[in-house]
């Protein structure tokens, strides 16, 4: 079974930083795009940053410049690096992957969200 956990949430003062990291276990043959998604309170879930397995990223126009995601070396491992960060990036952030099991099917994953709050 595949599990993503996510960690590096937090309060934090604007104009701060952050890490966010979401790990990936279980049986994996491999993981293809990857994303990570904010919700804040009253708000639709919006997608933050994207990256796919051949290295290309994508970034909301808000945290263009600011933010960054990237892949451990152990590729099982997503980041978010959060610089910069403003009151209006306050919310849960979630973790999304396509990963194909050792069944080789592809299937979407989600982690439990880990909350950012940026505020002084």
């Known amino acids: 079974q595949v599990q993503l956990v996510e960690s590096g949430g937090g309060l934090v003062q604007p104009g701060g930083s952050l890490r966010l990291s979401c790990a990936a276990s279980g049986s994996i043959f491999g993981i293809g795009t990857v994303g990570w998604y904010r919700q804040a309170p009253g708000k639709q879930r919006e997608l933050v940053a994207s990256?796919?397995?051949?290295?290309?990223?994508n970034y909301a126009d808000s945290v263009k410049g600011r933010f960054t995601i990237s892949r451990g070396n152990a590729k099982n491992t997503v980041y978010l690096q959060m610089n910069s960060l403003k009151p209006e990036d306050t919310a849960v952030y979630y973790c999304?992957?396509?990963?194909?099991?050792?069944?080789?099917?592809?299937?979407?994953?989600w982690g439990q969200g880990t909350q950012v709050i940026v505020s002084s």
């Open positions: 999304n992957a396509a990963i194909r099991g050792v069944d080789l099917q592809l299937r979407d994953y």
């Open positions: 990256g796919t397995s051949g290295g290309s990223t």
